[in-house]
């Protein structure tokens, strides 16, 4: 039998599209930390010839920028946006800084725009191939502008055609990211319909295995889990609760009469007619044959007795003749509450003696444990 430990390790199998998310921003804030500490040691060598009120800029710019995404991809806040991991801003943002940075330099104008390759192939992830070639070209564009804007203020301290040279390897090769990290994308794409299809699979394989077949109710293994944990609320003081033993009277009598296909509607029907009758944390489960148990929490053994009873008045007012089955069919319920320190299977024989009392006196009833 699994237990929900079990199932939490079995989940681990699939890929959490939030917990990518987070490494993703994480990734992005990285990369901006990391251009951070590259422009500091650049300046900080005499390299980088930037205004004061540019640098503050470089690194405001990023660092402001960043914690706010991070922040918003942490809380979960972009989840219902288009595009949730916010990656075109973001790598908009950090090409800007990268330019700048480049913008300060000379021989070593270069090394600024190292890290727009990581950022190209980390942005793959959740760009398509238009996205990633534009943003590539954008780079392009903005890599000539940074040249024409250096050579108009202080010169290019490199020839022009050493300089041209460097672009044009710049931009094939973030073209080349661009083109690599489309492929990427796909694959991603790919393997998340897989992941959610193993998702569901891993889902419907849980309900399988807590359900009942016939009626849909919860089966004898798992109400016994939900027993276990509910002794555990009690013991530690939360919250009392109580238990009902269900039976339908005259069961055999059912099947023998009307055939055993009658029989399976009755009980499907009784389950669907109990479960409209629960409160939102109750639980309803099929022990076996006709017998039932509901879990009442946070109920007194008075407040389970009132539930019962009116449980088996509604059900009683059934009848079933229009559809040439049996006139109606009573049940009978034992009733107890858990009482702390003891068992589960304890509780269980407590209201399954209830359950005989209210069998031997008639049926039709509910009769609760005997103090």
């Known amino acids: 039998m699994k237990t929900p430990d079990d199932w939490r390790r079995v989940r681990r199998l699939t890929v959490s599209e939030r917990r990518l998310m987070r490494r993703h921003g994480r990734a992005v804030l990285s990369v901006a930390a990391l251009h951070v500490l590259l422009t500091l040691l650049l300046w900080w060598l005499g390299v980088l010839q930037l205004a004061p009120i540019l640098l503050v800029t470089v690194i405001a710019g990023l660092l402001v920028p960043g914690l706010v995404y991070l922040g918003l991809i942490e809380l979960g806040l972009t989840a219902e946006w288009r595009e949730p991991s916010l990656s075109m801003p973001a790598a908009v943002i950090l090409l800007a800084a990268f330019l700048t940075t480049g913008f300060g330099l000379d021989e070593a104008r270069i090394s600024a725009l190292m890290l727009f390759f990581p950022l190209l192939l980390l942005v793959s992830f959740r760009l398509g191939a238009g996205g990633l070639l534009a943003l590539a070209l954008l780079a392009s564009v903005g890599y000539l502008a940074m040249l024409a804007l250096a050579w108009h203020y202080h010169g290019l ?117 109990a479960l409209t009758d629960l409160r939102g944390g109750d639980y309803l489960a099929r022990l076996g044959g006709e ?81």
């Open 157 to 273: 301290r490199l020839s022009p055609t050493l300089e041209a040279l460097q672009w044009l390897v710049f931009t094939l090769v973030s073209v080349s990211f661009a083109v690599t990290g489309s492929g990427v994308n796909g694959l991603r794409r790919r393997l998340a319909v897989k992941n959610q299809a193993l998702a569901d699979a891993l889902e419907q394989v849980r309900d399988l295995a807590i359900r009942d077949d016939l009626t849909g109710l919860f089966n004898r293994r798992h109400i016994l889990q939900v027993l276990e944990h509910q002794k555990g609320l009690a013991d530690g003081g939360i919250y009392p609760f109580s238990v009902c033993y269900v039976d339908l009277d005259y069961f055999k009598a059912i099947n023998d009469a009307f055939g055993h296909g009658w029989g399976d509607r009755v009980l499907r029907d009784f389950a669907d007619f």
């Open 291 to 371: 017998e039932f148990i509901m879990v009442l929490p946070q109920s007194t053994l008075e407040g389970a007795e009132l539930a019962a009873e009116r449980l088996r008045k509604g059900w009683g007012q059934r009848d079933f003749r229009a559809l040439n089955g049996p006139p109606t069919v009573s049940l009978s319920a034992g009733v107890a509450c858990y009482r702390p320190g003891e068992s589960i299977d304890q509780l269980i024989a407590r209201a399954d003696h209830a359950l005989y009392l209210a069998k031997s006196q008639g049926r039709d009833r509910v009769c609760r444990e005997e103090p």
